[in-house]
Protein backbone atom coordinates (compact mmCIF):
# COMPACT_ATOMS: atom_id res chain seq x y z
CA UNK A 1 0.00 0.00 0.00
CA UNK A 2 1.48 3.57 -0.96
CA UNK A 3 1.21 5.93 1.60
CA UNK A 4 1.10 9.43 0.69
CA UNK A 5 1.54 12.88 3.28
CA UNK A 6 -0.44 15.22 1.99
CA UNK A 7 0.29 18.39 3.23
CA UNK A 8 -0.29 22.26 3.33
CA UNK A 9 2.80 24.05 2.87
CA UNK A 10 5.98 23.75 1.33
CA UNK A 11 8.97 22.60 3.23
CA UNK A 12 12.10 24.17 2.58
CA UNK A 13 15.62 22.42 3.15
CA UNK A 14 16.30 22.03 6.70
CA UNK A 15 16.11 19.91 9.75
CA UNK A 16 12.54 19.18 9.79
CA UNK A 17 13.14 17.99 6.23
CA UNK A 18 16.07 16.14 6.92
CA UNK A 19 14.30 14.32 9.24
CA UNK A 20 11.14 13.25 7.52
CA UNK A 21 13.16 12.29 4.45
CA UNK A 22 15.22 9.94 6.92
CA UNK A 23 11.86 8.46 8.21
CA UNK A 24 10.42 7.56 4.74
CA UNK A 25 13.58 6.32 3.51
CA UNK A 26 13.45 4.41 6.90
CA UNK A 27 9.58 3.59 6.05
CA UNK A 28 10.53 2.93 2.53
CA UNK A 29 13.16 -0.16 3.46
CA UNK A 30 11.19 -1.99 6.38
CA UNK A 31 7.63 -1.53 4.87
CA UNK A 32 8.60 -3.29 1.46
CA UNK A 33 8.56 -6.76 2.63
CA UNK A 34 5.15 -5.63 5.00
CA UNK A 35 3.57 -4.88 1.82
CA UNK A 36 3.76 -1.01 2.50
CA UNK A 37 5.30 2.00 0.69
CA UNK A 38 6.91 3.39 -1.14
CA UNK A 39 5.99 6.83 0.95
CA UNK A 40 5.69 10.49 -0.96
CA UNK A 41 5.13 13.70 0.37
CA UNK A 42 2.42 16.15 -2.04
CA UNK A 43 2.92 19.90 -0.92
CA UNK A 44 0.34 22.32 -1.81
CA UNK A 45 1.51 25.82 -1.74
CA UNK A 46 -0.60 28.17 0.56
CA UNK A 47 0.33 31.23 -0.97
CA UNK A 48 -2.15 30.27 -3.53
CA UNK A 49 -4.64 28.71 -1.56
CA UNK A 50 -4.88 30.88 1.80
CA UNK A 51 -8.25 30.05 3.06
CA UNK A 52 -8.90 26.58 4.42
CA UNK A 53 -11.39 25.77 1.89
CA UNK A 54 -9.19 27.22 -0.58
CA UNK A 55 -6.75 24.52 0.16
CA UNK A 56 -8.81 21.32 1.20
CA UNK A 57 -10.04 22.37 -2.86
CA UNK A 58 -6.27 21.88 -3.58
CA UNK A 59 -5.84 19.08 -1.26
CA UNK A 60 -8.67 17.17 -2.96
CA UNK A 61 -6.69 17.51 -6.67
CA UNK A 62 -3.34 16.09 -5.04
CA UNK A 63 -5.46 12.98 -3.56
CA UNK A 64 -4.85 9.68 -5.42
CA UNK A 65 -7.73 8.54 -6.51
CA UNK A 66 -9.86 5.50 -4.42
CA UNK A 67 -6.86 6.31 -1.60
CA UNK A 68 -7.82 5.87 2.09
CA UNK A 69 -8.14 9.37 4.26
CA UNK A 70 -6.67 9.80 7.25
CA UNK A 71 -7.13 13.42 8.50
CA UNK A 72 -4.63 14.33 10.95
CA UNK A 73 -6.86 16.84 13.36
CA UNK A 74 -6.46 17.47 16.90
CA UNK A 75 -10.11 16.52 17.32
CA UNK A 76 -8.94 12.82 15.69
CA UNK A 77 -8.38 9.80 17.90
CA UNK A 78 -4.99 9.28 19.83
CA UNK A 79 -3.43 5.71 19.49
CA UNK A 80 -1.10 4.02 20.63
CA UNK A 81 1.44 3.30 18.29
CA UNK A 82 0.73 -0.68 18.08
CA UNK A 83 -2.40 0.67 17.40
CA UNK A 84 -1.44 2.96 14.07
CA UNK A 85 0.50 -0.70 13.56
CA UNK A 86 -2.18 -2.59 13.12
CA UNK A 87 -4.53 -0.57 10.99
CA UNK A 88 -1.86 0.19 8.27
CA UNK A 89 -1.78 -3.65 8.49
CA UNK A 90 -5.40 -4.11 8.13
CA UNK A 91 -5.68 -1.68 5.21
CA UNK A 92 -3.05 -3.35 3.63
CA UNK A 93 -4.19 -6.82 3.79
CA UNK A 94 -7.52 -5.38 2.39
CA UNK A 95 -6.01 -4.81 -0.38
CA UNK A 96 -6.07 -0.93 -0.28
CA UNK A 97 -3.70 0.29 -2.57
CA UNK A 98 -3.06 4.00 -0.83
CA UNK A 99 -3.62 6.01 2.00
CA UNK A 100 -2.96 9.59 2.21
CA UNK A 101 -2.34 11.53 5.04
CA UNK A 102 -3.87 15.14 5.35
CA UNK A 103 -1.88 18.10 7.30
CA UNK A 104 -4.02 21.12 6.80
CA UNK A 105 -2.58 24.73 7.02
CA UNK A 106 -2.81 27.16 9.86
CA UNK A 107 -7.04 26.91 10.14
CA UNK A 108 -6.88 22.73 9.68
CA UNK A 109 -8.75 21.24 7.17
CA UNK A 110 -12.59 21.73 6.18
CA UNK A 111 -15.68 20.09 8.22
CA UNK A 112 -16.18 18.05 4.67
CA UNK A 113 -13.52 16.92 3.77
CA UNK A 114 -12.80 15.27 7.64
CA UNK A 115 -15.99 14.15 7.45
CA UNK A 116 -14.91 11.72 4.27
CA UNK A 117 -11.94 10.42 6.27
CA UNK A 118 -12.03 6.63 7.18
CA UNK A 119 -10.22 8.25 10.04
CA UNK A 120 -8.53 11.19 11.89
CA UNK A 121 -5.62 11.07 14.01
CA UNK A 122 -4.25 13.22 17.13
CA UNK A 123 -0.79 13.66 18.06
CA UNK A 124 -2.41 14.77 21.36
CA UNK A 125 -4.45 17.83 22.99
CA UNK A 126 -1.67 20.17 22.23
CA UNK A 127 -1.56 22.04 18.83
CA UNK A 128 2.11 20.99 17.03
CA UNK A 129 3.37 23.17 14.27
CA UNK A 130 2.49 21.77 10.86
CA UNK A 131 5.93 21.01 9.90
CA UNK A 132 6.69 18.91 13.34
CA UNK A 133 3.43 17.28 12.16
CA UNK A 134 5.00 15.32 9.17
CA UNK A 135 8.34 14.59 11.05
CA UNK A 136 6.00 12.81 14.12
CA UNK A 137 3.84 11.46 11.09
CA UNK A 138 7.30 10.29 9.35
CA UNK A 139 8.34 8.51 12.27
CA UNK A 140 5.05 7.08 13.40
CA UNK A 141 5.12 5.53 9.88
CA UNK A 142 8.48 3.94 10.31
CA UNK A 143 7.67 2.84 13.86
CA UNK A 144 4.37 0.80 12.42
CA UNK A 145 6.65 -1.00 10.09
CA UNK A 146 9.26 -1.86 12.75
CA UNK A 147 6.36 -2.98 14.86
CA UNK A 148 4.88 -5.18 12.23
CA UNK A 149 8.35 -6.32 11.44
CA UNK A 150 9.17 -7.02 14.71
CA UNK A 151 12.64 -5.56 15.30
CA UNK A 152 13.47 -4.07 18.63
CA UNK A 153 12.91 -0.03 17.49
CA UNK A 154 9.88 0.17 19.06
CA UNK A 155 10.32 -0.31 22.98
CA UNK A 156 6.47 -0.70 25.39
Known amino acids: MRVHICAVGRLRAGPEKT ?7 RFDRTGRALGLGPASVLEVDERK ?7 CVALERVLPRNAILCCMDERGRMLKSPDFANILRDWTDLGHSDVAFLIGGA ?7 RDRAQLSLSFGAMVWPHMLARVMLAEQLYRATTILAGT ?5
Do not use: M, N, V
Not at 19 to 25: E, G, R, V
Not at 49 to 55: E, F, L, V
Not at 107 to 113: A, C, I, K, Y
Open 107 to 113: DGLEPGL
Open 19 to 25: LIDDYLK
Open 152 to 156: PYHRA
Open 49 to 55: AQTSAAQ
